[in-house]
């Protein structure tokens, strides 16, 4: 059974600082692995890796993805308030339909 | 907003009754998703459908779960007999196939079950 683990479970750090999220992962087909965030209501869609070791970036947040290692890295910088949230980590099994298994998530606190 | 769409937001129902949550993809995806979420935890999948296939169903949580998606656009799922461990936000998702296979969430159905 596909299996995704998040690090840390939570997270309190102050503006500015940087955060470092981690997200390991089993899959028996890989196809994908998507990051989002979630705060009060549904996950909204931040990144999608497929190939090891390319970079996505979108303004303070970006992602990479080691599949050799078989896990992903999400960094935040220059953290705001407002990246208060659950970051969320799935794996798409290529097996199955896109069907999506999410890790637990960690909860990161940005204090001002 | 032509966005995954699901109604209702928020449901509170007594133990032992049905109810009925409704979520329209966003109009061109040809797969739809539903999960259920609960506090604490990541969403967890329960069955798609592409189109009006259902082509997974075995991780529906007991027989009291059924969705359908009869024309291949909006979808239904039915809670009967609901139990207080029902009580989770139900989940809806859409993707469409070719296009990085991104799948976009709704705003959810939170359920109460008291």
């Known amino acids: 059974e596909d299996k995704v683990v998040q690090s840390p479970l939570s997270l309190v750090v102050h503006e500015g600082d940087t955060v470092t999220l981690n997200c390991s992962y089993e899959?028996?087909?890989?196809?994908?692995l998507l990051w989002y965030k979630q705060e009060k209501k549904a996950p909204t869609f931040l990144f999608m890796l497929?190939?090891?070791?390319i970079e996505k970036k979108s303004g303070r947040l970006s992602s990479i993805l080691d599949k050799k290692e078989l896990f992903s890295i999400l960094n935040i910088t220059a953290t705001q308030t407002g990246d208060s949230a659950i970051y969320l980590c799935?794996?798409?099994?290529?097996?199955?339909?896109?069907?999506?298994?999410f890790g637990g998530g960690t909860r990161l606190m940005v204090k001002p | 907003d032509t966005g995954v769409s699901q109604d209702p937001r928020h449901k509170i129902t007594k133990r032992g009754q049905n109810v009925t949550f409704r979520c329209d993809p966003i109009?061109?995806?040809?797969?739809l998703y539903w999960y259920r979420q609960t506090l604490g935890q990541g969403p967890e999948f329960l069955t798609y459908?592409?189109?009006?296939?259902?082509?997974?169903k075995s991780r529906l949580l007991s027989d009291r779960f059924s969705a359908e998606r009869p024309k291949g656009s909006f979808s239904t799922l039915e809670i009967q007999r609901t139990e207080q461990g029902d009580s989770a936000m139900y989940l809806c998702?859409?993707?469409?196939?070719?296009?990085?296979?991104?799948?976009?969430f709704g705003e959810g159905s939170w359920l109460t079950v008291v």
């Open positions: 998702a859409s993707s469409i196939t070719g296009r990085g296979n991104t799948i976009y």
């Open positions: 899959v028996t087909n890989f196809r994908s």
């Open positions: 497929t190939s090891s070791g």
């Open positions: 799935a794996v798409v099994n290529n097996n199955a339909g896109n069907m999506l298994t």
């Open positions: 109009s061109e995806h040809n797969r």
């Open positions: 459908f592409q189109n009006e296939a259902q082509l997974e």
